[in-house]
C-alpha cells in the first residue's frame, strides 16, 4: 500500500470525520471570527485597525490552528484509534501527511474566512493585482502551518499534561510564518504603501519554510508519536 | 544500559560505596574548577578594575564583559546540543542523550542571563530594556525553543524514549533556528533601526583583553558544570534503574505470595 | 511446552520478558510460548498484566529486560515490523466515533489494501452490515461497537490476533459469533492469544490457558 494512497485515505477520513462532525463549521470558524472582534475591542481605534488587520488575519489564524490540531488528534484519542494505527503498522509518514492535508484544507477555508472578516471588520479593500499574492501566500503559509501543527500535535496528543506543550512547541516555530506571511498580506493589500513585488520575496521564505517542516516532520513523526 | 566514561565510574563507585569521596566530582574536574575560579578572578579584576570606563558607554560597558561571553556560550551550548542529539540517533548510546540535555540546560541558563544582563546594558546605554533588532529578538525564539525541549525531555517514560524523542527535538530545532534567523534579519532590515548589539571594534585594547579573559572563564565555567551535570544525570538514570529493581523484586515477591487464580491482587 | 525442538518455531516466544508503564513493571519477567494455531487463553486477576503482555505481543510497548519475539521478529529491534500482521483489540474499540460504521471498516481494512469483497464479508460475518453498516458509531451499543472493531480486525488478515477482552459488551449471538469467527480464524491459520474473565466460555474455545500472575506467566 503506497504511502500517498494511505495518506489520502487518512485525510479523506480526517475530513469525513469533521464534516460529519460539525465542530470545524459550528465550533472553531465561529472561535475564529470571536476573536476578530475581540482584537478591536483591544485595539479601539479605527486607523490602528486598519493598519494592523494583516498581522490580526494571521493571529487569529494561529489560535484557531492551535484548536485545529487539538481537535485533529482528539478524535484519534476518543477510542483509542491512534494506537489502533500504529498497531496496523500505518505508515507514519502517511498519517503524518494525511492529516497535515485535512489541516491544510481547513486551515486554507479557515483563512478565507477571515480575510473575509478583515474586509467587513477593519475596512480593507483587496485590489485586484493582490489576489494572485494572496492565494499563494495562504497555500505556502498553510502547508507550513499544518506541517508544524501535526508534528507537534502528535507529540502532545492525549497524554495529560501534555496537550499544554503544544502552544510553547508550535508557537516559536512558526514565528517566522507569522513575520512573512504578514509581509505578504500587506503588500497584496497595500498596507502602509507597500507594493505586491514586496510580497514575492516573502512568498519564497513561506515556500521554504514548508518545504523544510514537510520533509522534516514527515521523518520526525514516527519517532515522536511511537511509545 | 548506561556506559559511563571511566572517570564517572570512579565516582559513581565513590557514591556506591566507598566512604571517603560522594559526589560527581574527580581530579579532572578538580583542576578544571580551580582553573574556573583562577580565571574568574581575573575577569572581575579586569573586568571592574583594569580596563578602563568606555568614552560614550561609561562603566556600562562592563557588563558586556559577562553579556558577550554568555552569548557565545548559549550557542556553544546549542551546538552540543544539536550536535549529541545527532550523534544518539547514530550511535544509541545514552551518554550522549545526556549530553544532549545537560548542555540545553546549560544553554538555557546562560541564555536567561544574557537577556538580562543585555537589557541592562540597553537600558543604560541607549535607554530602553529590549529593542526589536534582529539578534535579539532571534535570541529570545531560541530560548523559548530550548525551554519547550526541556519540557519534552521531562514527560517520562523509558530512558530510550526520552533520548529518542528529545534527538529528534533537538534536530528539529536545528531546523527551526536558521528560519527564525532569517525571517527577524529580513523583517528588521525593513526598519532601519539603530543595532542594539555593541558593533564597535575600536575597543580599547585592555577591554578586548578583558573580553578574552571573559570569554575563556565562561567556557570553562561552562565545561566544568556540563562534567558534573552529565555525571549526576548518570547517577539519575542509575537510580531510576535500581528502582526498577527493586520494583522487579517486589513484584516477584506478589507472585509467590499468590497460591491460586482467582484473588484480587492489588 | 518445550517441544519447540520439534515444532516449527513459535508464533510468540517471552523469555523473563519485563515491560514497564512508566516506572512500574506491568510485566515481570513473563516467560512464554505460543504455537501456530492455538486459542490461548490468558487469565489472571485485575492488575496482573494481561492487556501489557498484549500491548508487547502487539509492538506498542518496548521491552525492558529479557527477550520477546514475535513471528520471528525480535521485539527489542523490530517491534514496528511487527505490526501489520498482528491485530489487537484492546479496551478501546479503535474506531472513529462520528464516522459510520462501514466508513471505519473499510479505512482500517483499506490502510492493508483489502478488497471491497474482504471488506463486505468481514462485515457480514461479525453481522454489522446491512442497516447497521449505516449507522455512526457513536450511536451504536457497546456490543456493536465491539463487533464493528472486530470486523475491522477481520478485514485486515492479521497472523496473530490479541485480544482483550472480547467478549465483554456482547450478548449471547454476539458472543457465539466471536466464537465462531475465532475459531474460524485459527483453522485458518491464524494464532490467537486472548485475555478475559470469562473463563467457562473462553476456556471452551481455547486450546490452551495460562495463567498471569503479578506480571509473570505460570501454568495453571
Redesign the interface.
Given at each position: 500500500?503506497g504511502v500517498t494512497r494511505?495518506a489520502w485515505?487518512v485525510a479523506r477520513?480526517d475530513l469525513?470525520?469533521e464534516w460529519?462532525?460539525k465542530v470545524f463549521t459550528n465550533q472553531v470558524l465561529p472561535f475564529a471570527a470571536v476573536t476578530m472582534v475581540i482584537f478591536a475591542f483591544a485595539l479601539d481605534a479605527d486607523v490602528v485597525l486598519e493598519r494592523v488587520a494583516p498581522g490580526l488575519v494571521w493571529l487569529a489564524t494561529l489560535f484557531s490552528l492551535l484548536v485545529l490540531v487539538q481537535r485533529s488528534f482528539a478524535?484519534e484519542n476518543?477510542?483509542?484509534?491512534l494506537?489502533?494505527?500504529?498497531?496496523?503498522?500505518?505508515d507514519p509518514r502517511a498519517i503524518f501527511a494525511g492529516k497535515a492535508l485535512a489541516l491544510a484544507v481547513e486551515l486554507v477555508i479557515l483563512e478565507a474566512m477571515l480575510l473575509l472578516a478583515a474586509v467587513v471588520l477593519y475596512g480593507q479593500d483587496v485590489p485586484i493585482e493582490g489576489v494572485p499574492l494572496l492565494a499563494v501566500t495562504s497555500i505556502t503559509a498553510t502547508c507550513g502551518l499544518a506541517a508544524v501543527g501535526t508534528l507537534y500535535g502528535g507529540l502532545a496528543a492525549g497524554f495529560t499534561g501534555r496537550e499544554t506543550l503544544l502552544p510553547l512547541l508550535t508557537l516559536p516555530a512558526v514565528a517566522p510564518v507569522l513575520i512573512g506571511a504578514t509581509r505578504a498580506v500587506e503588500a497584496a493589500l497595500g498596507t502602509a504603501g507597500a507594493v505586491v513585488s514586496d510580497g514575492w520575496p516573502w512568498v519564497g521564505l513561506l515556500t521554504v519554510f514548508a518545504v523544510a517542516f514537510g520533509v522534516g516532520g514527515a521523518l520526525a513523526f514516527g519517532p515522536l508519536i511511537?511509545? | 544500559m548506561t556506559t559511563l566514561h571511566p572517570a564517572a565510574s570512579r565516582a559513581t563507585d565513590a557514591v556506591a560505596g566507598s566512604p571517603r569521596r560522594a559526589g560527581t566530582g574527580t581530579t579532572a574536574t578538580r583542576i578544571l574548577g580551580i582553573a574556573t575560579i583562577v580565571s574568574m578572578c581575573w575577569l572581575v579584576a579586569f573586568g571592574l578594575g583594569f580596563s578602563p570606563a568606555d568614552r560614550d558607554q561609561e562603566e556600562a560597558v562592563r557588563l558586556l564583559y559577562v553579556h558577550v561571553p554568555t552569548i557565545w556560550l548559549a550557542y556553544l551550548a546549542f551546538v552540543v546540543t544539536a550536535v549529541s542529539s545527532a550523534m544518539y540517533l547514530w550511535r544509541r548510546s545514552l551518554g550522549w542523550d545526556r549530553l544532549a540535555g545537560a548542555s540545553a540546560e546549560l544553554g538555557v541558563v546562560f541564555m536567561a542571563v544574557t537577556l538580562v544582563v543585555g537589557a541592562l546594558w540597553g537600558r543604560l546605554t541607549w535607554g530602553v530594556f529590549w529593542q526589536w533588532d534582529a539578534r535579539l529578538t532571534t535570541t529570545a525564539l531560541l530560548f523559548v525553543t530550548y525551554i519547550g525541549y526541556l519540557a519534552v525531555r521531562n514527560l517520562?517514560?523509558?530512558h530510550?524514549?526520552r533520548a529518542t524523542r528529545s534527538a529528534v527535538l533537538g534536530l528539529l530545532a536545528v531546523l527551526e533556528i536558521p528560519l527564525v534567523h532569517f525571517s527577524v534579519q529580513l523583517w528588521r532590515s525593513l526598519h532601519q533601526g539603530r543595532t542594539f548589539e555593541p558593533n564597535d571594534t575600536n575597543m580599547d585594547g585592555l577591554m578586548l583583553f578583558s573580553l578574552f579573559v571573559g570569554v575563556i572563564a565562561f567556557t570553562l565555567l561552562y565545561t566544568w558544570l556540563i562534567i558534573h551535570r552529565t555525571r549526576a544525570m548518570a547517577m539519575e538514570d542509575m537510580i531510576?534503574d535500581r528502582?526498577?529493581d527493586d520494583?522487579?523484586a517486589a513484584?516477584?515477591a506478589?507472585?509467590a505470595a499468590?497460591p491460586g487464580?482467582?484473588?484480587?491482587?492489588? | 511446552m518445550s517441544s519447540a525442538a520439534t515444532d516449527p518455531a513459535p508464533v510468540v516466544e517471552l523469555d523473563d520478558a519485563?515491560a514497564?508503564l512508566?516506572?512500574?513493571?506491568a510485566l515481570?519477567?513473563a516467560t512464554l510460548r505460543v504455537q501456530r494455531r492455538e486459542i490461548l487463553l490468558l487469565?489472571?486477576?485485575?492488575?496482573?498484566g494481561k492487556t501489557t503482555l498484549l500491548r508487547l505481543c502487539?509492538?506498542?510497548?518496548?521491552v525492558?529486560r529479557g527477550r520477546a519475539a514475535v513471528l520471528g521478529w525480535d521485539l527489542a529491534h523490530h517491534r514496528?515490523?511487527?505490526?501489520?500482521?498482528?491485530?489487537?483489540l484492546?479496551?478501546?474499540?479503535?474506531?472513529?466515533?462520528?464516522?459510520s460504521v462501514g466508513?471505519n471498516v473499510r479505512?482500517?481494512g483499506?490502510?492493508?489494501?483489502a478488497s471491497g469483497a474482504e471488506i463486505t464479508e468481514a462485515m457480514a460475518l461479525l453481522a454489522v452490515d446491512g442497516r447497521l453498516g449505516g449507522l455512526?458509531?457513536r450511536s451504536l451499543s457497546a456490543g456493536q461497537k465491539r463487533r464493528t472493531a472486530l470486523a475491522?480486525l477481520v478485514a485486515?488478515r492479521a497472523q496473530l490476533w490479541l485480544l482483550d477482552e472480547p467478549h465483554a459488551g456482547l450478548d449471547a449471538a454476539g458472543r457465539d459469533e466471536l466464537d465462531r469467527t475465532l475459531r474460524a480464524a485459527a483453522a485458518a491459520g491464524a494464532t490467537i492469544v486472548v485475555a478475559s474473565h470469562e473463563l467457562e466460555r473462553a476456556g471452551a474455545l481455547a486450546t490452551r490457558t495460562v495463567?498471569v500472575?503479578?506480571?509473570?506467566v505460570?501454568e495453571?
Open positions: 500500500m494511505i485515505l477520513k469525513r470525520v460529519a462532525s478524535i476518543e477510542d483509542g484509534a494506537d489502533a494505527t500504529r498497531v496496523a503498522g500505518v511511537d511509545e | 517520562g517514560g523509558s530510550a524514549q531510576d528502582g526498577l520494583a522487579l513484584r516477584r506478589e507472585a499468590v487464580a482467582d484473588e484480587e491482587a492489588h | 519485563v514497564v512508566g516506572s512500574f513493571p515481570a519477567g487469565q489472571g486477576p485485575n492488575g496482573a502487539a509492538g506498542l510497548l518496548p525492558a514496528r515490523e511487527v505490526r501489520p500482521h498482528v491485530g489487537l484492546g479496551h478501546a474499540n479503535g474506531l472513529y466515533l462520528d464516522l466508513d479505512f482500517w483499506s490502510t492493508v489494501g455512526k458509531v475491522c485486515r495463567e500472575v503479578a506480571g509473570q505460570r495453571p
